[in-house]
């Protein structure tokens, strides 16, 4: 099975930083790469889909970038809703792998 | 407008089996697969298994292969999670979630059911 790896796991930022993610997959999964956030005691919300794609509703300072098996979340000016843990999602095989999380947190 | 309620919290003994569901409405039901994922306290989020309501076609993580089984429910739109031989490690909150569309992620998602494994 696909390994996926996300770093930092914890990131500790002020309003207004840039942020970036990182996610890498242990095999390449050419861009079936989803980006997801999660506020505690809430669903999963889908940010980005094919690696790059906005989903309709997200705010246009999330982007995402990256093929094979290198990929990153920007987002690049971060909001006071942006405190959260986002997960990377691998769907290029029939297991659908997640990353372990990154919380980001107030500085 | 899409909706996916999922049932009730459950609680099982270490051993025995629970079962759960996630009622759709909103959208054509056997047109998309529906993941489970689930999530233990304080914990990431882990892939689980997908159901094809078209055709009944499974797919299981290795990990619960064996444990789980994915049922569907077509004519009431539910698809439904039992899970067996219960651990502790068990104790989660456990998802239904679909894709609308072939490029996407999982874009809708349940509110989720807790299941706790206690004696």
């Known amino acids: 099975d696909i390994q996926m790896t996300q770093s930092p796991s914890t990131l500790s930022a002020y309003v207004g930083d840039r942020v970036t993610i990182t996610c890498r997959a242990s095999?390449?999964?050419?861009?079936?790469l989803a980006w997801y956030q999660q506020k505690p005691g809430k669903a999963p919300k889908l940010l980005i889909y094919k690696a790059s794609n906005l989903e309709r509703g997200v705010p246009s300072r999330f982007s995402g970038s990256g093929s094979g098996t290198d990929f990153t979340l920007t987002i690049s000016s971060l909001q006071p809703d942006d405190f959260a843990t986002y997960y990377c999602q691998e769907y290029d095989t029939y297991s659908w792998t997640f990353g372990q999380g990154t919380t980001v947190e107030v500085k | 407008q899409v909706q996916l309620v999922q049932s009730g919290a459950e609680v099982g003994k270490p051993g025995a089996s629970v079962r759960f569901s996630c009622k759709t409405s909103?959208?054509?039901?056997?047109?998309?697969?529906m993941h489970w994922v689930r999530q233990a306290p304080g914990q990431g989020l882990e892939w689980v298994a997908w159901?094809?309501?078209?055709?009944?076609?499974?797919k299981y993580s290795p990990k619960f292969q064996g444990r789980v089984t994915i049922t569907l429910d077509t004519p009431a739109d539910t698809a439904q999670m039992e899970l067996r031989s219960l651990r502790s490690e068990d104790t989660a909150v456990y998802y239904c979630?679909?894709?609308?569309?072939?490029?996407?992620?999982?874009?809708?998602w349940g509110q989720g059911t807790l299941v706790t494994v206690s004696s």
């Open positions: 979630a679909f894709s609308s569309f072939l490029e996407a992620g999982l874009d809708y």
């Open positions: 909103g959208y054509i039901f056997t047109d998309y697969a």
């Open positions: 095999q390449s999964i050419r861009s079936w």
């Open positions: 159901v094809n309501p078209a055709n009944g076609n499974t």
